[in-house]
């Protein structure tokens, strides 16, 4: 079985600032991870996503994401927060299909809202 | 390149009604997914269809939902009778096949059961 672990209902962090929104997972062999965020009355778009190589990830918008197979962790991360990055984040989680199996369906996080302060 | 393309984008009903939502997904994808968005309960897949077949169908939450897909532009979720309880944000989104690829989510149908 594969899961997503969001700790973080909320995340508030000022205009300018550095922020983080953090991602552990679990699953059966490699991972495919994703981001989305979703803003109000929208559906969720995709911002990245770690399929191998770099553990380290550039998305869309500014963002970008670390893959750290030992933690088992995907952090989001953006060096300056804007406040139009206000939104709810998703991160996703897909086994990669090996001789051991897996499914093509991803498994999401219950999201984390994300408040950028002026 | 439209994108995945969800009616109405709200409904209003009475409980009992028969509801219908509609998706056309992005051309070319074959893989299509439900969920349904809720604040108790998160963002819950209902259904998976692939090549217009449906592959996994545990989500859905009971005989009063039905989904279809009779060809690759087109998919339905009904529910009848409707109740109150299934009010929610139900989104569709596509995906290229069976890769690694992301899904593509429509704008959601906000459904309120009265």
Known sequence: ?118 | DAGVIQSPRHEVTEMGQEVTLRCKPISGHNSLFWYRQTMMRGLELLIYFNNNVPIDDSGMPEDRFSAKMPNASFSTLKIQPSEPRDSAVYFCASRHGQSNQPQHFGDGTRLSIL
Do not use: M
């Not at chain 1, 594969?2 to 300018?16: I, K, L, R």
């Not at chain 1, 953090?22 to 059966?28: E, P, Q």
């Not at chain 1, 062999?29 to 009355?41: A, D, I, R, S, T």
């Open chain 1, 1 to 118: 079985a594969q899961s997503v672990a969001q700790p973080e209902d909320q995340v508030n962090v000022a205009e300018g600032n550095p922020l983080t929104v953090k991602c552990t997972y679990s699953v059966s062999g490699n991972p495919y991870l994703f981001w989305y965020v979703q803003y109000p009355n929208r559906g969720l778009q995709f911002l990245l996503k770690y399929i191998t190589g770099d553990n380290l990830v550039k998305g869309s918008y500014g963002f970008e994401a670390e893959f750290n197979k030992s933690q088992t962790s995907f952090h989001l991360k953006k060096p300056s927060a804007l406040v139009s990055d206000s939104a709810l984040y998703f991160c996703a989680v897909r086994a990669f299909l090996d001789a051991s199996g897996g499914s093509y369906i991803p498994t999401f996080g219950r999201g984390t809202s994300l408040i950028v302060h002026p």
